[in-house]
């Protein structure tokens, strides 16, 4: 059985209608499931519990599957907005992948090396993520300048 094929045969009260975050056109609501599954990634000693989220649009019509390693009492809101923050995330790291010089970094694991498996990668994505953090503070900076001169300007 898949994802899918299970979301679908869940009761109309398994069910939560929430709103998932503020939005460019107002709240984004979703309806959202959560259920306790157990993963196995190959290489573990033994499986793990995790929360599967299930978001669907509420036409019906796009499913979202997500695993979360929160807390077994996460209620289903707090999985839900967490599940919706990801777009910002995802946002910020576009964001500094173009202005630090990330974009030809792609791993798939934590471990992983650069320049042919010599250095680690998690110390330079440190100084990247740090030369991030610096820019958006000047960015900031920059807002909070501009508008003390609007302000007084007006």
Same mark, same amino acid.
């Given at each position: 059985?898949?994802?899918?094929?299970?979301?679908?045969?869940q #009761? *109309? %009260?398994? &069910?939560?209608? +929430?709103?998932? @975050?503020?939005?460019?056109?107002?709240?984004? !609501?979703?309806?959202?499931?959560?259920?306790?599954?157990?993963?196995?990634?190959?290489?573990?000693? #033994? *499986? %793990?519990r &995790?929360?599967? +989220?299930?978001? @669907?649009?509420?036409?019906?019509?796009?499913? !979202?599957?997500?695993?979360?390693?929160a807390k077994?009492?996460a209620?289903?809101?707090?999985?839900?907005?967490m599940?919706?923050?990801?777009?910002?995330?995802?946002?910020?790291?576009?964001e500094a992948?173009?202005?630090?010089?990330?974009?030809?970094y792609?791993?798939?694991?934590?471990?992983?090396?650069?320049d042919?498996?010599?250095?680690?990668?998690?110390?330079?994505?440190?100084?990247k993520?740090?030369?991030?953090?610096?820019?958006?503070?000047?960015?900031?900076?920059?807002?909070?300048?501009?508008f003390?001169?609007?302000?007084r300007?007006?």
């Amino acid at each position: 059985m898949t994802l899918a094929e299970w979301a679908a045969t869940q #009761s *109309a %009260s398994a &069910w939560g209608r +929430l709103s998932i @975050r503020d939005g460019e056109k107002g709240e984004v !609501m979703a309806d959202s499931l959560s259920q306790r599954v157990w993963v196995w990634e190959g290489e573990a000693l #033994s *499986a %793990s519990r &995790w929360h599967l +989220l299930v978001r @669907r649009e509420i036409d019906g019509t796009k499913l !979202m599957f997500g695993l979360s390693n929160a807390k077994p009492s996460a209620s289903l809101r707090r999985l839900a907005e967490m599940q919706g923050a990801r777009h910002f995330v995802e946002h910020s790291f576009q964001e500094a992948k173009s202005a630090c010089g990330m974009a030809e970094y792609q791993v798939r694991r934590w471990q992983a090396c650069i320049d042919g498996g010599t250095k680690p990668w998690n110390p330079l994505i440190a100084s990247k993520l740090l030369c991030s953090k610096h820019q958006i503070e000047m960015q900031s900076e920059k807002v909070e300048l501009d508008f003390r001169e609007k302000s007084r300007t007006s």
